[in-house]
């Protein structure tokens, strides 16, 4: 039978699949000698087993209560007692941070006989039934499903009658009488009274927490953050310290460094006379934690000293969780803090010049999805806009967007296609789903360890908290501002999570100074965000296997590319340049009646597309390109069937001959399922002359170059190839050409021909197909396409949302692929086809080739090179070394 109970003393810091981040870093902690309130965690797998038979499986009660009876021997007291109880807490705690999104409960232990003993033991009537208050309140929340709106109106109700603000003004009476109106709260809406039973409580709260990983907002959270469903959180049980004692009390949250700039000093929030919920939960606006040193500089002075400690232990940013009980300083969590993208950059360029780890290292606590934020734009302040107040900034960014005070609102508007800022008071777990949808996050309370500002760092999303000056009235729908100003539901304001500004309508966004970077180096006044990243980058193209190619079709696009560190291009899309004014050209091939008719339209296209590609080829001079011949049906030139049946239809007899034609033409080449249709190398090996003018136009190009002291390296890409003879023939065809241009302009180009595999057939003849290919490009759009018989253009909107609901995708396969399945053919692929032919070039040039995780698999098959849009180059280039890094050392992706 496997042990589901560990105490403390028992844990480390490595077992946080079995104990949960929090109780393996509580242990940790403990061996380290710190201040830790002593406890025991019970296991992931104990919740696994309880979520499958619905009750706790055998032997963990038992267990439970053989370690709560050597906790009860350690602290002298026995849970509940009537004389001198000991409390505990019941803390959720999974293998990663998923702040706020499951159970807590505080106090348990304390009933009608228990509260009086806690009073006589700490000479505070008040705060034992401040303690007591809260634990029904959190127990009926947590455990009982009783909305918290109940015991919110009941407590406003109590300071309302009592004239004041704050929970704190509520007096020991006061309280007494709260704690009766929530007994009957309990009542009235769980239909039982408040358990007198501590045993019972704990239990109780055990389940709950268990239930609280399948919540519908820890759901979500793990959908948007990628945390497998099947982990299960495991439960800390906590011997209770207090902060509500007083005023030589108090709770707090610290980091070792800004999480929202990486800047070290003191950083944190600390709340006098209050539990730690009181602080994550932003009810009361906190004190900036170097306010402590004058509050209480002993305990100060030894959290300084702790949070030193366990930064160098940890070689990273830490965040703690703290409580300070009659001047004791005791420490309730710590875990690898959550942090910016900027942050995470300065941090780890940080941690190498301190000598506590090295650039192999550092590349592994950046990823790039971070990369990918640092390039969005900023605002552009020299309009000088209407700034309307400042609060912290919580979470990076330029977010614009429509006022909404509701999460509903603001999933329904942005689902509409209209960005919306989510303004609240203070956000609560339940708004999850609205923080995602939103652009951004404003809250009038709260400060940098809130709940909105920690959901919102996680997830890469602007914020900005507790801004105080704001008067917030949900229900009326309006803000009101200093000087008068009133901003309502649907007005459009600009926030700034880096300065914490908050602007009045919409303010204009200026480049990043990361993409500046990217597009002409690094400058001499560059800021120490840039620097970082530069190291960094430095570092990753040293270490990296695969090459990085991007997808261009212009030569401007091309340009970018190399600028942000392409080494060649992977996928030149030929039919874009069928658009625009030269789609007159198209319609005159499709229409052309005879051969002289169809050979005149190739002639009048060829030109153009040679100077395409010495643009092309010219930007790129002495780095691989890869253009693909047309691929697309020829129908897609064409305007559609419908307008242009209701066009002629409407004109009747006035219809000109060319319309009747282009109709005609239409309805010819209409398909049912044009993807799967004539289109590729179909097309190209039915419509005579085509392949014949596209390989022409490329090797005139190359060859014009070369002429002019250039080094142009063309390769031409044979799509949708499904059989060896297609190869075959469009090869053939293809060299031919080559060798045509080749005699009449005495330059010879080397000029691989190669195909792209995006049908299954394809992957699984990859054998035979690479011998007559001379490379391969795995098309995954297409292979997602056809492996999962989707159409994406159909299925995405339909039903990809519902599936990833039912856990049947982690992610929609055409954003990471599918490793078990497009990936195995890949793999098949790549091995057979390099069996063939040894030393095949494998490339990937569909949306995957950017995506962080689809990198670290083309890494593992072996690929030579992945293909994706410019702007994504740096991410590639940066999770290509992280790729290598982290097979080097062993370890697994930690973003």
């Known amino acids: ?428 777990p339940d708004d999850l789903h609205g923080m995602i949808a939103a652009k951004g996050i404003l809250t009038s309370r709260g400060g940098k360890t809130s709940h909105a500002a920690v959901v919102a760092r996680g997830m890469g999303k602007t914020c900005v908290c507790g801004a105080d000056e704001l008067e917030v009235d949900t229900k009326a729908g309006k803000i009101t501002a200093p000087g008068g100003v009133v901003i309502s539901e649907g007005d459009v304001l600009s926030i700034d999570g880096t300065s914490g500004h908050v602007y009045l309508g919409e303010v204009p966004v200026a480049a990043s100074p990361v993409v500046q970077y990217f597009e002409h180096g690094l400058a001499g006044d560059a800021d120490d965000l840039v620097k970082a990243v530069d190291r960094i980058m430095k570092h990753t193209d040293e270490r990296r296997r695969l090459g990085v190619f991007a997808n261009a079709d212009t030569g401007e696009d091309c340009a970018r590319a190399r600028r942000f560190g392409a080494g060649g291009v992977g996928l030149v899309r030929t039919e874009h340049m069928f658009l625009g004014e030269r789609r007159q050209l198209v319609e005159d091939l499709i229409l052309a009646e005879d051969e002289a008719g169809r050979q005149a339209a190739l002639d009048a296209l060829e030109p153009l597309q040679r100077g395409d590609f010495v643009e092309i080829l010219d930007a790129m001079d002495g780095l691989p390109v890869t253009i693909r011949l047309i691929d697309p049906p020829l129908h897609e030139f064409l305007p559609d069937l419908t307008d242009m049946s209701v066009k002629v239809a409407l004109a009747g007899d006035q219809a000109t001959e060319k319309d009747r034609k282009l109709l005609e033409a239409v309805r010819r080449l209409h398909e049912q399922n044009p993807m799967l249709g004539l289109r590729g190398v179909r097309l190209l090996l039915v419509i005579p002359g085509l392949l014949d003018m596209q390989v022409r136009a490329i090797a005139e190009a190359a060859a014009e170059l070369k002429k002019a002291g250039k080094d142009p390296k063309p390769e031409i890409m044979i799509p949708l190839t499904a059989s060896v003879q297609e190869m075959e023939i469009a090869k053939e065809a293809t060299a031919k050409i080559l060798a045509e241009v080749q005699e009449a302009t005495g330059v010879h180009v080397h000029t691989l021909i190669g195909t792209m595999i995006e049908v299954p057939r394809a992957a699984m003849l990859a054998g035979e197909i690479a011998k007559s290919a001379e490379f391969f490009s795995f098309g995954t759009n297409d292979l997602t396409q056809m492996g999962w018989g989707f159409s994406r253009d159909d299925v995405e909107g339909a039903f990809f949302s519902r599936y990833i609901e039912l856990g049947i995708f982690g992610v929609s396969p055409f954003e990471t692929i599918d490793t078990d399945g497009v990936g195995r053919m890949v793999r098949i692929a790549s091995e057979e086809g390099r069996a063939a032919r040894p030393g095949l070039e494998l490339g990937v040039c569909g949306e995957h080739g950017g995506d962080p995780d689809s990198v670290h698999f083309f890494h593992q098959v072996g690929l030579n090179y992945v293909s994706c849009s410019p702007f994504r180059v740096p991410v590639a280039r940066l999770e290509a070394g992280r790729a290598v890094v982290l097979e080097s050392s062993g370890g697994s992706d930690s973003r």
Request: net charge negative; with cysteine; aromatic share 6%.
């Open 1 to 428: 039978m496997p042990k589901f109970v560990y105490a403390f003393a028992e844990a480390n810091k490595d077992m946080k699949d079995l104990l949960g981040g929090k109780g393996a870093n509580l242990g940790e902690m403990t061996r380290l000698g710190l201040p830790v309130p002593p406890g025991f965690t019970i296991t992931t797998e104990a919740c696994l087993g309880y979520l499958a038979d619905r009750d706790f499986p055998d032997g963990l009660a038992e267990e439970v209560s053989e370690q709560l009876a050597k906790l009860e021997q350690s602290m002298g007291k026995t849970l509940g007692d009537p004389g001198d109880p000991l409390l505990v807490s019941v803390r959720s705690g999974a293998k990663f941070s998923m702040p706020g999104m499951m159970e807590t409960v505080l106090n348990v232990g304390l009933n009608d006989e228990s509260v009086h003993g806690l009073a006589r033991q700490a000479g505070n009537e008040r705060f034992a039934f401040d303690s007591y208050r809260r634990l029904i309140q959190m127990f009926g929340k947590t455990v009982l499903d009783i909305d918290g709106e109940h015991f919110e109106d009941a407590i406003e109700a109590a300071k309302q009658a009592k004239g004041v603000r704050n929970d704190v003004d509520l007096d020991a009476d006061d309280l007494r009488e709260l704690v009766e109106v929530y007994k009957k709260v309990v009542h009235e809406h769980a239909g039982r009274d408040f358990p007198q039973q501590p045993r019972e409580q704990m239990d109780l709260a055990v389940r709950a927490v268990f239930d609280s990983w399948n919540t519908g907002r820890a759901v979500i959270y793990r959908r948007q953050e990628r945390i497998p469903s099947d982990l299960g959180t495991a439960v800390n049980i906590v011997a209770m310290v207090f902060g509500n004692m007083g005023d030589d009390s108090g709770t707090g949250v610290a980091f070792t460094r800004d999480p929202a700039s990486g800047g070290q000093g003191v950083y944190g929030d600390y709340l006098q006379n209050a539990q730690g919920e009181d602080v994550v939960a932003g009810i009361r606006n906190t004190v900036p934690l170097q306010n402590l040193e004058q509050i209480d500089q002993k305990s100060y002075a030894e959290l300084m000293q702790i949070m030193q400690t366990l930064e160098t232990h940890y070689k990273d940013l830490c965040d703690i969780e703290f409580t300070i009980e009659r001047g004791k300083l005791w420490m309730l969590q710590t875990r690898v803090g959550k942090r910016t993208a900027g942050a995470a950059f300065r941090i780890a360029t940080q941690l190498v010049d301190q000598g506590l780890i090295d650039m192999d290292e550092a590349v592994t606590r950046v990823s790039g999805d971070q990369l990918a934020q640092l390039m969005f734009p900023r605002f552009d302040l020299s309009q000088e806009p209407k700034r309307i107040t400042k609060g912290v900034s919580a979470s990076p960014g330029a977010a614009v967007g429509k006022v909404v005070f509701d999460s509903a609102k603001a999933v329904e508007e942005a689902a509409a296609g209209q960005a919306v800022i989510l303004v609240r008071r203070e956000t609560n």
